[in-house]
């Protein structure tokens, strides 16, 4: 039987070749907002930052020890000496010292942060889910909102991180004793030096994430659904790192402002930035800016990839509860 033959005895009117240009992609289309509640993104943010930090904490108490210069027990700038000073004196349970104050500030913190960062995405886009600058100028106004909320709690869990069960009894103890011999002043005496250094960290942050998302669902669009984990993880680990590494420096002044006293660490006359960088670079040179850098990167980087999967999750979640609801007012 010849070729022509057979392709003349399966053809049929039902099955019609549809024609394609050759350069044929599916359109890959990108929804300008989300559609939730506010309340709906004040829940998801909230989920995704108390998962983040508390999967993270060990790695940013090793990051604090080796920016509170003079502290103890930590004399060594490096991972593994610090590590390995703090596993000596206080045992495993000393990489989760503080731990409280973390789950306690991180959850209404993020829920500021990412409600905040939605309802501003949307009005200063235009509609435009491609606008870089408006993602950017959202992650701004989110993190000093955020900030807001969540310094006081960062004070007492890093002054928890440094201290041993001498120094603080607990979360309560410190709060108690902090408004007592310092005023309520202490707890806010990083916030300006926090926002100058998370507002970068987030310009940064969320410019990257949004454009890294955009960039990996355009490499292969039509499994974009299947694959959005992955999308969401790697794009949120590369915005973390990046604007980790940018900022340490600054992070390094918010940790000295914040443990000023504690273990040793030097107390200010004033919570100024400058003269806090200038007495770090007197006290260990220019490197004692990046102090933690290490840490830090590999802190943000997985963490960002755990928030932002787990935000994009619990955000598909309400997405798709809404929609039943939609459905079932419908029918």
């Not at 889910?129 to 701004?140: D, E, K, L, Q, R």
């Not at 914040?258 to 107390?267: H, I, K, L, N, T």
């Not at 670079?281 to 932002?308: E, N, Q, S, T």
Request: glycine share 8%; aromatic share 10%.
């Amino acid at each position: 039987m010849s070729t022509e033959a057979a392709t003349t005895n399966f053809q049929s009117s039902d099955f019609q070749p549809v024609a394609q240009p050759p350069d044929f992609r599916p359109e890959v289309t990108v929804s300008p907002h989300d559609g939730l509640r506010f309340w709906q993104f004040m829940i998801a943010g909230s989920i995704a930052g108390c998962v983040e930090h508390m999967a993270m904490f060990p790695v940013d108490t090793v990051k604090t020890h080796m920016q509170a210069l003079g502290s103890c027990p930590i004399k060594s700038v490096g991972v593994h000496h610090a590590l390995r000073s703090i596993l000596k004196s206080e045992g495993l349970p000393g990489l989760y010292r503080g731990i409280g104050a973390m789950g306690l500030g991180a959850g209404p913190a993020h829920a500021v942060y990412f409600s905040v960062y939605e309802v501003c995405k949307k009005y200063f886009s235009g509609g435009d889910p491609n606008n870089s600058a408006a993602h950017a100028v959202s992650g701004v106004f989110a993190t000093v909102a955020s900030d807001a909320v969540f310094t006081p709690m960062d004070m007492v869990k890093q002054r928890l991180q440094l201290g041993n069960s001498a120094t603080y009894r607990g979360v309560l103890d410190c709060v108690r004793r902090v408004l007592k011999e310092e005023g309520f002043g202490a707890f806010y005496a990083s916030y300006r030096t926090t926002v100058v250094m998370n507002a970068p960290f987030t310009a940064v942050h969320f410019a990257t994430y949004e454009a890294a998302k955009r960039g990996l669902i355009e490499i292969s669009p039509e499994s974009a659904s299947d694959e959005r984990v992955i999308v969401h993880a790697t794009a949120g680990a590369l915005a973390g790192a990046s604007a980790a590494v940018v900022t340490t420096p600054l992070d390094v002044v918010k940790t000295q402002l914040q443990c000023q006293g504690v273990c040793g660490c030097d107390r200010f006359k004033s919570s100024s930035i400058s003269d806090v960088i200038k007495t770090i670079v007197k006290k260990d040179g220019y490197k004692g800016l990046m102090r933690g850098w290490i840490p830090r990167m590999f802190f943000h980087a997985p963490a960002a990839a755990i928030c932002w999967s787990t935000y994009e999750a619990a955000k598909t979640f309400f997405q798709e509860l809404n929609a039943s609801r939609e459905s079932g007012s419908v029918t």
